[in-house]
């Protein structure tokens, strides 16, 4: 590819909305151009990329046997009515309606839709076992998207669905998927973590998430450095402190000053009677204790009796399954807002965790406003409702091990796939069966597996950047090297040398790109850093007169030296 034959567009300064990084570098480097709330045009820069990911993916599915085909974006609603789907879903599900009024939906996934498939097309246990995937447009009208491709609401998935005759045999098809997906992540080049997930709504028995790993993740990952445990925050059994923690009641169990709180105001902020029982509020503070960051989450018992001066914390039983996506869910579960911090007396310093995507509600002063005493500024936003719940039921950083082979480790990941055991859900309700070898009908059981193809982009780029730009792993890199010839307009040398080595790149299959397009050094290097290209060649007459050109790695720091009939086997 010649620079000037194709679309390069690239800012010097992010949109006011992008809040992480990969969507700040994502805009800034031309890969995607909003059009719309979580709507995205794939930029060449970026379907570039999009269209690695997918190889990759696909290379690796019908390795392991799945079948490519391609279903519809949009599917009659009796489908997901047979399901039960079309109410369960809720406004996550995009609806629409044709010119005859007969409703559609447009698809957030697909199993309705290949288990019709299925239903009509498996008659025989002989056919079995099956795997079917597409790589298709997803919608899901996500109540808040956000972060650019991580979050959308039209996206990229790649979909497989398993049937199966028995359980032994779906066992067999999630393994062979799992270990597809180990696979495609580590040739994408990503660190990247498996752990037992949650089965949510969908329901079925076996569960696992793939995250990539990194500090801006959405969710916490618990896994054990010396075995195999691994677990969504919220998925992570409950287990024993390992003694290295301070008690949960250490910090905040001291009563409050009396006859110093605020009733009144309290339940003004609260929104609640003063006439309430007990309200409970749940809340995420770090502490620092002997130098250690201690955090730590709450529930607070907030009574009626307007005292508000018997608080309590604990650990909140029983949560191991729940999930609160939106304040109305906490205020149910609750009884309260999260949002009120109690008037707890410490004199350890405490802070307050913010999430770094919480849209701040308010800015208040809590309990007796006592020096010292009680917290001030505290924030909360809708969004740290649901890590803050999440982290709660679960462990903390140097509990023991459930497997008992040592001490747990937290870190943040990006779900980038996910795959399910389902069962026989999806076939029950929609009766697809065959016949075994008796010639008695049963139920297919059923496994899906997703990949959020557009998503890993992001997740890439929140793994992997620096204050230059992007720095993608090679195989999903939109070029793998540029060439930078310095003045190729002026100088015969250089235009030669620079037109030689791209030919015979091109001939080794190196997907290269010459940059043709004349600007100078600076700017020509800073447009490739940000795009995050890994590799890059300088072609000039200082170098050429020692027969030399100039290798740098997107990662390295100074450029070397190579000399020119070395530099195509360098770069292999
Ligand atoms: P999340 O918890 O992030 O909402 P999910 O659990 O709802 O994701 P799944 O139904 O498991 O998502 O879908 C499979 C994969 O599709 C996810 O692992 C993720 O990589 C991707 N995905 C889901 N929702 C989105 C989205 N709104 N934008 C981009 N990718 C998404
Ligand atoms: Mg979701
Ligand atoms: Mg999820
Ligand atoms: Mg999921």
Sequence with gaps: MRATRFFISTLKDAPADAEIVSHKLMMRAGMIKRLGSGIYNYMPMGLR?????????????????????????????????????????????????????????????????????????????????????????????????????????EFTMKDAYSFDRNVDG????????????????????LEFRAVAADNGAIGGSGSHEFHVIADTGEDALVYCPSSDYAANME????????????????ALTKTATPGKAKCEEVAELLAIPLTSTVKSIVLTVETEEKGAVQRQVWLLLLRGDHELNEIKASKIPGLANHRFATEDEIIEHFGTRPGYLGPINTKLPVKIVADRTV??????VCGANEADFHFTGANWGRDVAEPMVADLRN????????????????????????????????????????????????????????IGVTRILGAAIEQNFDDKGIIWPT??????????????????????????????????????????????PGAMFADWELIGVPHRIVIGDRGLKDGNLEYQGRRDTEASVVAVEEMLSFIQ
């Excluded at 998925?235 to 250490?250: H, K, L, N, T």
């Excluded at 849209?359 to 208040?364: G, T, Y």
């Excluded at 990941?413 to 049963?442: C, R, W």
């Excluded at 001939?507 to 290269?512: E, F, R, S, T």
Aim: proline share 5%; aromatic share 8%; with cysteine.
């Design 170 to 189: 779906l066992k067999q098809s999630y393994q062979v998927m799992f270990d597809a997906y180990v696979r495609i992540f580590t040739r994408f080049g």
């Design 49 to 153: 990329v999009i269209r690695k990911v997918e190889n990759i993916v696909r290379e690796e599915m019908n390795r392991s046997n799945a079948i490519e085909m391609l279903m519809p974006v949009v599917q009659p609603a009796e489908l997901w009515q047979e399901t039960g789907r079309w109410d369960k879903m809720g406004p996550e599900l995009m609806r629409v309606k044709d010119r005859h009024g007969r409703e559609y939906a447009i698809q957030p996934t697909s199993e309705e839709v290949i288990t019709d498939v299925v239903r009509s097309e498996i008659k025989s246990y002989r056919q079995l076992p099956l795997n079917f995937y597409h790589i298709q447009t997803k919608f899901r009208d996500e109540r808040r998207p956000r972060f650019g491709l991580m979050r959308g609401r």
């Design 395 to 450: 462990v903390v950083a140097g509990d023991a091990s459930p497997d008992g082979k040592g001490i747990l480790a937290v870190q943040r990941g990006i779900e980038v796939g996910h795959v399910f055991q389902l069962g026989t859900s999806y076939s029950e309700s929609m009766k697809a069966t065959f016949l075994d070898e008796n010639g008695k009908p049963q139920f297919l059981q059923m496994g899906c597996y997703g």
């Design 475 to 520: 195989a999903i890199a939109p070029f793998e090297v540029v060439l930078c010839p310095m003045g190729m307009d002026k100088s015969e040398a250089v235009k030669q040398q620079v037109e030689k080595l791209y030919a015979e790149l091109l001939a080794v299959g190196v997907d290269v790109i010459l940059d043709d397009r004349g600007q100078r």
């Design 235 to 250: 998925a992570a059994e409950a287990v024993a402190p390992s003694g290295e923690r301070q008690p949960a009641s250490a």
């Design 359 to 364: 849209a701040m509600m308010s800015d208040f």
